[in-house]
């Protein structure tokens, strides 16, 4: 049988959380799936795990420049296609080749360069809103990782939403509660961690609301003067410099730790030391941080339609332009203990339901359901999560 091919071109170092999802839904493909699977990987990459049924595609270098890989995919990517004689492509992230010559599955994270285009780089802006609308409309199947990017989806394209399946990403299960003293001390000197702080984890960007953050810490700490603010993800000059900047405007920049980009290995340490993580994000798809402090035992304060739904009362909602709700939802978590402890439990249940066993198998399944509607032409139906 030809491989169904898996363009995992856009990945490179540091990741961001789309790139993470990239990377782990091809991990997962080799560890549980079947079908034969012909992975595209820049010269480089992050193993995948080795399996009968994966070959790599690795191409040279210089593909990860930006230009050069969007290059690629539009040019080389369906050469690729033809030749094999693929019989399905899958995109993970966001948009796929116009000359794609199979059936095409999509991978859509969000429509921020749509819904919220003052929070993108231009660059991105450019490339998503000119590329999203005919990738969407070409896909045969379109996988969100949410209900509310469904909604979002069929909202903006309506005549796709049959065609919209939700396949939540899954948690690596490296991403459990730390107890390990000495490792933990390792990472609170290497981090500079005080002994107690609110974590957030993610790109420093204005979407994730970190002045907002800011206010409610500063109001947070008039009673809590012992507290920190960890902000522990990559930043743009510009970018951290603002964030500083609001800090220093409220009172509290000697309350600051900014780690820079935190490698996965160390994230559950971090997870496993914070007095609680905080995620007032103005919008997201996803949102997988909320999800990873959960299964460290970290409890969680968090905004967005799609962590507040995925969470389910796991976590504490707020309201992002609210800076006193999320210090209201922070020192609910502080101060009440039965109710802090009622989190992290409820925290455990709802992270252990995220798998990338569940991930694949619901992947491959959608596979064979397009690739047995292409060997034996029905009557349209809508696409059910499988």
């Known amino acids: 049988m030809p ?37 595209c990987l820049p010269e480089g990459h992050r193993p995948v795990p080795p399996a009968p049924h994966v070959r790599l595609r690795v191409s040279r270098a210089f593909i990860k420049i930006r230009l050069l890989r969007i290059l690629w995919e539009q ?9 094999a004689r693929a019989p399905l492509l899958h995109a993970p992230a966001y948009v796929a080749p116009l000359a794609t010559p199979c059936p095409l599955v999509l991978t859509v994270h969000d429509l921020h360069a749509l819904t919220h285009p003052q929070f993108c780089r231009t660059s991105n802006r450019l490339n998503y809103s000119l590329m999203l609308p005919p990738s969407i409309r070409k896909a045969a199947a379109v996988i969100v990782f949410s209900d509310y990017v469904r909604r979002t989806v069929a909202a903006h394209f309506p005549e796709t939403q049959d065609r919209i399946v939700v396949i939540p990403p899954g948690l690596s299960p490296a991403l459990v509660r730390c107890t390990d003293a000495l490792h933990l001390e390792t990472l609170r000197r290497r981090y500079r961690l005080p002994p107690k702080f609110i974590l957030f984890v993610g790109d420093l960007t204005a979407r994730k609301n970190l002045q907002g953050l800011i206010e409610a810490f500063a109001a947070l700490q008039r009673t809590h003067a012992d507290l920190h603010l960890v902000l522990a993800g990559a930043a743009e000059p510009r970018a951290a410099e603002r964030t500083r900047e609001g800090a220093r405007k409220a009172g509290v920049a000697h309350r600051l730790i900014e780690t820079g980009y935190v490698a996965a290995p160390d994230l559950p340490g971090l997870y496993s030391l914070a007095d609680a993580f905080a995620f007032p994000s103005y919008d997201e798809g996803f949102g997988l941080p909320p999800l990873e402090a959960m299964a460290c035992g970290c409890p969680v304060v968090c905004s967005g339609t799609a962590p507040v739904e995925l969470c389910q009362g796991a976590a504490v909602a707020c309201d992002p332009n609210d800076p006193s709700s999320i210090a209201r939802g922070l020192g609910q978590l502080l ?6 402890r009622a989190k992290i439990d409820a925290g455990y249940r709802k992270a252990a339901e995220f798998t990338w066993e569940k991930t694949a198998r619901a992947t491959e399944a959608l596979y064979r359901t397009l690739l047995q509607r292409t060997a034996a032409p029905a009557p349209k139906t809508r696409l059910e999560t499988p």
Request: aromatic share 10%; net charge negative.
């Open 75 to 83: 040019t080389v990517l369906p050469v690729l296609l033809r030749r």
């Open 3 to 39: 491989e169904v091919f898996y363009n995992a071109m856009i990945l490179r170092e540091p990741y961001s959380g789309v790139e993470v999802t990239v990377h782990q839904t091809a991990c997962a493909l080799a560890e549980y799936g079947t079908l034969p699977l012909a992975v």
């Open 335 to 340: 101060e009440q203990p039965d109710f802090r």
